[in-house]
């Protein structure tokens, strides 16, 4: 998903915005699929989106790659190497539960013609409740607040993005049945430039799926 990859490249940015690569010298490039011209696929070697591009002339590409190597570049893979595996290990798990989901916010976005009240019941609201208290008590044994022992990290910068826009149309639900998540929303708000970073609107995330 270019979309959702592409905003957690973005925060890594507002979250470390004085570091070894400024945003004048690297551009993260994306674009949705229908949008993306066949004269501008041969300037990059897999002629796929979405790539990073540093001083002009090398390219990374692959989203899971570059998220890795802005977190390295940044100091936000961990502190060890066993923290930066499970960094990965949370990020597949969350990932899972995104894809779980997905059918559910397609059809809530109106992209789909599916039923969204039932995707909710039967989809939704039992991937939360068995995935969020494996969230929580990730929280809870990382003593520190966040996904590593160490602090804040690039682990946490998905389920930063994902809750913050679920927040806007399941606020009660998730204060309701999953308080602890909605305490790490605030905590990660408070972080240095974090709290300037905006998820995406309800309303622009449908205006954005719906051109896909």
């Not at 976005?109 to 939704?124: C, I, P, S, Y």
């Not at 966040?146 to 809750?163: H, K, M, N």
Request: charged letters at 25%; aromatic letters at 12%.
């Amino acid at each position: 998903n270019v979309i959702s990859t592409g905003r957690m490249r973005r925060t890594h940015f507002a979250c470390c915005s004085t570091t070894r690569i400024s945003r004048s010298r690297t551009t993260a490039t994306s674009c949705l699929p229908k949008d993306w011209p066949e004269s501008e696929k041969s300037k990059y070697f897999y002629r796929e989106l979405p790539v990073l591009e540093i001083d002009g002339k090398e390219q990374l590409a692959q989203s899971r790659t570059i998220l890795r190597y802005l977190a390295e570049q940044f100091n936000l893979a961990g502190k060890s190497d066993w923290e930066r595996v499970k960094a990965s290990e949370f990020l597949d798990f969350f990932s899972e539960i995104e894809t779980k989901i997905y059918p559910f916010l397609c059809a809530k976005l109106g992209v789909t013609q599916e039923d969204a009240g039932k995707l909710r019941e039967q989809v939704f609201v039992p991937t939360m409740r068995q995935a969020m208290p494996i969230f929580a008590r990730v929280l809870q044994q990382s003593g520190s607040g966040f996904v590593l022992a160490s602090g804040p990290s690039y682990a946490d910068f998905q389920p930063f993005l994902g809750l913050s826009y679920l927040s806007q149309f399941e606020h009660d639900f998730l204060a309701n049945e999953f308080p602890e998540s909605v305490e790490y929303l605030e905590r990660m708000r408070t972080l240095s430039k974090i709290e300037e970073y905006k998820a995406p609107s309800f309303e622009a995330e449908c205006a954005m799926m719906k051109k896909q």
